[in-house]
C-alpha cells in the first residue's frame, strides 16, 4: 500500500537544552520496564516549537522487539492514546513523514501519540499486497500488543484508546478495531477492508473516513464499501469525500482533513458530561444504533481496481 503524501511534511524538531522537566517525563516513560526496552528523549514541534516531548521506546511482541516513537504534549494528566500507523513505505518513507506530522498534532491537541513499527514484528520495511494479505493477521496482534503497552503509560487514560492510519495504516486500523474491543475510535485516509477480512467483521468502533475522490492507489469504491459495512452495523461513522484529491492530501484540503481527525477522536475519546439523567443523545453515544452519518463532497463511486498503497 505504498503511496505518495502529497502534504507538506513538517521536520521533526530537534533537541533543546534546560527541559528538565520534559526530559524528567521521558525518563518516566522509560520506567515501563515490564515492556519498554530503549527511550531516548528530544523535544519536537511543528516550525521547532515546544509543544510536544518526542522519546523512541519499544515493547516485544512475539519475542520480537516493536519500536516505537511516542509523542506527547508536557505535563501531568491522564490523556487519551492514539496508535499512528504508517503504510506500506514502512518508517523510512514520505507516507511516514506524513504521519508523524499527524502524530504531532496530535500531540498537540493533548493526546499521546505512539507511530508503531509494526512491520518490526514480521522483519519487513516495505511491502506489496500479496505480502500484506498474508501478514495483517500477524500486525494486528503486534497492535493489540501496542495497546497493551499503551495503557501501561502512567500519561494514558487506559479506557481511551484511538487509532489512526494512513493508506495500509488505514487498513490496519480498521483490522485492530474489528478485532479488539479496546479501540474507541478510529480515522483512516484511504482505508479499506483486507479481502480475507471483510466477511467477518461482526463490530467496528467510531469510524471517520477520509478519502480523495481520485485516489488512483486506493479507489474511492474500497472506502464505499466500508462505509456500506459501517451501516449494515449500526456505527456512528462519517465519510468524507475530497473533490479532485488522490491518495493523501494536498495543502489545501490536508489541513481540513487534520481538523475533522482532531474533533472525530475530541468526540469520541475525550470525557465528557452528564447529561439529564446522566444519559447522551442517541445520535453522540459511540458505537450505539444511532443512524449513520456519512458526508460525500460531491461523491463518486470510482470501482475501477487498484492496487493499495
Same mark, same amino acid.
Given at each position: 500500500?505504498?503511496?505518495?503524501?502529497?502534504?507538506?511534511?513538517?521536520?521533526?524538531?530537534?533537541?533543546?537544552?534546560?527541559?528538565?522537566?520534559?526530559?524528567?517525563?521521558?525518563?518516566?516513560?522509560?520506567?515501563?520496564?515490564?515492556?519498554?526496552?530503549?527511550?531516548?528523549?528530544?523535544?519536537?514541534?511543528?516550525?521547532?516549537?515546544?509543544?510536544?516531548?518526542?522519546?523512541?521506546?519499544?515493547?516485544?511482541?512475539?519475542?520480537?522487539?516493536?519500536?516505537?516513537?511516542?509523542?506527547?504534549?508536557?505535563?501531568?494528566?491522564?490523556?487519551?492514546?492514539?496508535?499512528?500507523?504508517?503504510?506500506?513505505?514502512?518508517?523510512?518513507?514520505?507516507?511516514?513523514?506524513?504521519?508523524?506530522?499527524?502524530?504531532?498534532?496530535?500531540?498537540?491537541?493533548?493526546?499521546?501519540?505512539?507511530?508503531?513499527?509494526?512491520?518490526?514484528?514480521?522483519?519487513?520495511?516495505?511491502?506489496?499486497?500479496?505480502?500484506?494479505?498474508?501478514?495483517?493477521?500477524?500486525?494486528?496482534?503486534?497492535?493489540?500488543?501496542?495497546?497493551?503497552? !499503551?495503557?501501561?503509560?502512567?500519561?494514558?487514560? &487506559? /479506557?481511551?484508546?484511538?487509532?489512526? +492510519?494512513?493508506?495500509? $495504516? =488505514?487498513?490496519? %486500523?480498521?483490522?485492530?478495531?474489528?478485532?479488539?474491543?479496546?479501540?474507541?475510535?478510529?480515522?483512516?485516509?484511504?482505508?479499506?477492508?483486507?479481502?480475507?477480512?471483510?466477511?467477518?467483521?461482526?463490530?467496528?468502533?467510531?469510524?471517520?473516513?477520509?478519502?480523495?475522490?481520485?485516489?488512483?492507489?486506493?479507489?474511492?469504491?474500497?472506502?464505499?464499501?466500508?462505509?456500506?459495512?459501517?451501516?449494515?452495523?449500526?456505527?456512528?461513522?462519517?465519510?468524507?469525500?475530497?473533490?479532485?484529491?488522490?491518495?493523501?492530501?494536498?495543502?489545501?484540503?490536508?489541513?481540513?482533513?487534520?481538523?475533522?481527525?482532531?474533533?472525530?477522536?475530541?468526540?469520541?475519546?475525550?470525557?465528557?458530561?452528564?447529561?439529564?439523567?446522566?444519559?447522551?443523545?442517541? !445520535?453522540?453515544?459511540?458505537?450505539?444504533?444511532? &443512524? /449513520?452519518?456519512?458526508?460525500?463532497? +460531491?461523491?463518486?463511486? $470510482? =470501482?475501477?481496481? %487498484?492496487?493499495?498503497?
Amino acid at each position: 500500500m505504498t503511496g505518495v503524501a502529497h502534504g507538506t511534511g513538517r521536520a521533526r524538531g530537534r533537541g533543546v537544552p534546560r527541559l528538565r522537566a520534559r526530559f524528567a517525563l521521558a525518563a518516566t516513560t522509560c520506567a515501563l520496564a515490564v515492556v519498554a526496552i530503549r527511550c531516548a528523549g528530544r523535544v519536537v514541534g511543528p516550525g521547532g516549537d515546544l509543544r510536544v516531548l518526542s522519546t523512541d521506546t519499544a515493547f516485544t511482541s512475539g519475542g520480537v522487539r516493536i519500536a516505537v516513537e511516542r509523542v506527547a504534549p508536557p505535563g501531568g494528566g491522564r490523556r487519551p492514546a492514539i496508535l499512528v500507523l504508517h503504510p506500506s513505505d514502512g518508517v523510512a518513507g514520505s507516507g511516514a513523514s506524513y504521519v508523524r506530522r499527524y502524530a504531532q498534532e496530535l500531540a498537540s491537541h493533548g493526546y499521546v501519540a505512539y507511530v508503531v513499527h509494526y512491520f518490526d514484528r514480521t522483519g519487513d520495511t516495505r511491502t506489496d499486497d500479496p505480502r500484506e494479505d498474508a501478514e495483517f493477521r500477524v500486525w494486528t496482534s503486534t497492535l493489540e500488543d501496542a495497546i497493551t503497552f !499503551a495503557q501501561h503509560d502512567p500519561a494514558v487514560n &487506559p /479506557a481511551r484508546v484511538g487509532v489512526f +492510519g494512513y493508506s495500509l $495504516g =488505514a487498513w490496519m %486500523g480498521l483490522a485492530l478495531g474489528a478485532e479488539d474491543r479496546r479501540v474507541g475510535a478510529v480515522v483512516g485516509i484511504g482505508s479499506g477492508f483486507f479481502d480475507a477480512l471483510r466477511p467477518t467483521v461482526r463490530r467496528l468502533p467510531p469510524t471517520l473516513l477520509l478519502h480523495g475522490q481520485d485516489d488512483d492507489v486506493v479507489p474511492l469504491a474500497k472506502a464505499l464499501a466500508v462505509d456500506s459495512t459501517l451501516r449494515r452495523l449500526g456505527v456512528v461513522h462519517e465519510l468524507v469525500v475530497y473533490p479532485g484529491q488522490k491518495h493523501g492530501f494536498d495543502d489545501a484540503k490536508d489541513p481540513d482533513a487534520r481538523a475533522r481527525t482532531l474533533r472525530f477522536f475530541d468526540r469520541e475519546l475525550r470525557p465528557r458530561r452528564f447529561f439529564a439523567f446522566g444519559r447522551r443523545p442517541a !445520535a453522540a453515544r459511540a458505537g450505539g444504533s444511532a &443512524p /449513520a452519518e456519512s458526508t460525500r463532497a +460531491g461523491a463518486a463511486t $470510482g =470501482a475501477a481496481a %487498484g492496487q493499495r498503497p
